[in-house]
């Protein structure tokens, strides 16, 4: 069992910045490779970025490629996700998510590929 509880999500205008955070517990998190994923009302939950187990590698989706970052703290036990640039279509509840599996040369970014799931926070970007 892996807990997974985000924080960090909130009301930014369009051009703002938000820091999200993922704490996770249960197991142990340098063997568990983290993805952040997003759902916009009467929209699928769609991918947005992965890490690797050490941090070493990353993968994003297009759409936020240049603006958003991901990272994590292993002795913390947290993933992250920094957001600059927002804009209103990136209003969502973001998702972290772990991957158990280990995946050589790649990061999962399909929602089937991932075991557990967080609660999700809200982001909201006003134009």
């Known amino acids: 069992q892996v807990q997974l509880v985000e924080s960090g999500g909130g009301l930014v205008q369009a051009g703002g910045s938000l820091r999200l955070s993922c704490a996770a517990s249960?197991?142990?998190?340098?063997?568990?490779?983290m993805g952040w994923f997003r759902q916009a009302p009467g929209k699928e939950r769609e991918f947005v970025a992965a890490i690797s187990r050490s941090g070493g590698s990353t993968f994003y989706a297009d759409s936020v490629k240049g603006r958003f970052t991901i990272s994590r703290d292993n002795a913390k036990n947290t993933v992250y996700l920094q957001m600059n640039s927002l804009k209103p279509e990136d209003t969502a509840v973001y998702y972290c998510a772990a991957d158990l599996v280990y995946r050589e040369g790649y990061l999962a970014d399909r929602r089937v590929q991932y075991d557990y799931w967080g609660h999700g926070t809200q982001v909201t970007v006003s134009s």
């Open positions: 249960g197991r142990t998190f340098s063997n568990i490779a």
